[in-house]
């Protein structure tokens, strides 16, 4: 049974002007453990489509089951992170961690022990305390990934994660949250608008269409130059089959057709 399964979704929206179709006839499967990424032209519905796989919009038609079960609200089994951070600027990091966990109503005691030791593993240690004004953007992102995670969700929507980093930060950043969502055996469903990072973390690349948003392709993403195991995103961008892909990809996007 899949961990993700959307039967011919689509969404229709009202302007002043008219009724705009956002998504239309999207069916997709994602397993249990997956890590796939989602890709397509500025205003295809991306997004969109996480949000409807979070139950926080409704779709016009079709269903979206987690396990088998409809998706008819917000689940804790669903982590979300958004393109920015999100952080409350008056909590410290520490807190800020331990929100989902409060909203859930989950044990105090477990989770801000649960908390600490994300924090810890991703680098924050010395920063429990520190508010986010006093920490980098990727220090940042790591904080909201150790929020994400805090609740033990387990599937997770990453909206363009790293969009507003740097291109030195986004690179080490990958490699650190791939590895850590991997090790955590999650659902991962990422949307982005760079080829580079869908291909080279991914593996399975969902291609778009401008709107209303289809899925026009799908690509498994396998890198057999390496050797058995997986690379890391940043290994990955070195190996021969990444430009391929990369390239594949690449003209199948409606990038200068885009409305």
Same mark, same amino acid.
């Given at each position: 049974? %899949?961990?993700?399964?959307?039967? #011919?979704?689509?969404?229709?929206?009202?302007?002043?002007?008219? /009724?705009?179709?956002?998504?239309?006839?999207?069916?997709?499967?994602?397993?249990?453990?997956?890590?796939?990424?989602?890709?397509?032209?500025?205003? *295809?519905?991306?997004?969109?489509?996480?949000?409807?796989?979070?139950? &926080?919009?409704?779709?016009?038609?079709?269903?979206?089951?987690?396990?088998?079960?409809?998706?008819?609200?917000?689940?804790?089994?669903?982590?979300?992170?958004?393109?920015?951070?999100?952080? &409350?600027?008056?909590?410290?990091? &520490?807190?800020?961690? !331990?929100?989902?966990?409060?909203?859930?109503?989950?044990?105090?005691?477990?989770?801000?022990?649960?908390?600490?030791?994300?924090?810890?593993?991703?680098?924050?240690? =010395?920063?429990?305390?520190?508010?986010?004004?006093?920490?980098?953007?990727?220090?940042?992102?790591?904080?909201? !990934?150790?929020?994400?995670? *805090?609740?033990?969700?387990?599937? &997770?929507?990453?909206?363009?994660?790293?969009?507003?980093? #740097?291109?030195?930060?986004?690179?080490?950043?990958?490699?650190?949250?791939?590895?850590?969502?991997?090790?955590?055996?999650?659902?991962?469903?990422?949307?982005? =608008?760079?080829?580079?990072?869908?291909?080279?973390?991914?593996?399975?690349?969902?291609?778009?269409?401008?709107?209303?948003?289809?899925?026009?392709?799908? =690509?498994?993403?396998?890198? %057999?130059?390496?050797?058995?195991?997986?690379?890391?995103?940043?290994?990955?961008?070195? *190996?021969?089959?990444?430009?391929?892909?990369?390239?594949?990809?690449?003209? /199948?996007?409606?990038?200068?057709?885009?409305?």
């Amino acid at each position: 049974m %899949p961990a993700v399964s959307l039967q #011919d979704v689509s969404l229709n929206y009202f302007t002043p002007e008219r /009724e705009i179709l956002a998504l239309s006839n999207i069916s997709l499967d994602v397993k249990e453990g997956e890590f796939i990424a989602i890709v397509g032209s500025s205003g *295809c519905g991306k997004s969109t489509l996480l949000s409807l796989i979070s139950g &926080l919009l409704p779709p016009s038609r079709g269903s979206i089951l987690l396990e088998g079960k409809p998706v008819t609200a917000p689940s804790p089994r669903v982590g979300y992170m958004f393109q920015k951070d999100t952080l &409350l600027e008056w909590r410290n990091v &520490l807190q800020n961690v !331990l929100i989902g966990a409060e909203f859930l109503g989950l044990d105090k005691v477990k989770y801000r022990k649960r908390a600490i030791d994300l924090i810890t593993r991703y680098g924050l240690g =010395h920063f429990v305390n520190s508010l986010p004004s006093q920490l980098s953007g990727g220090m940042r992102q790591r904080a909201a !990934l150790a929020r994400t995670l *805090c609740p033990e969700p387990d599937i &997770l929507l990453l909206d363009e994660p790293f969009s507003a980093l #740097d291109y030195q930060t986004r690179l080490a950043l990958s490699d650190e949250i791939a590895a850590i969502l991997r090790a955590e055996g999650k659902t991962v469903i990422l949307v982005t =608008h760079d080829i580079g990072e869908a291909v080279s973390m991914a593996s399975r690349v969902v291609v778009m269409s401008r709107r209303p948003g289809r899925i026009k392709s799908e =690509h498994r993403i396998e890198y %057999p130059s390496f050797g058995s195991s997986r690379p890391t995103p940043f290994q990955a961008r070195r *190996c021969s089959e990444f430009n391929e892909y990369f390239q594949a990809i690449w003209d /199948e996007l409606d990038v200068y057709n885009a409305q």
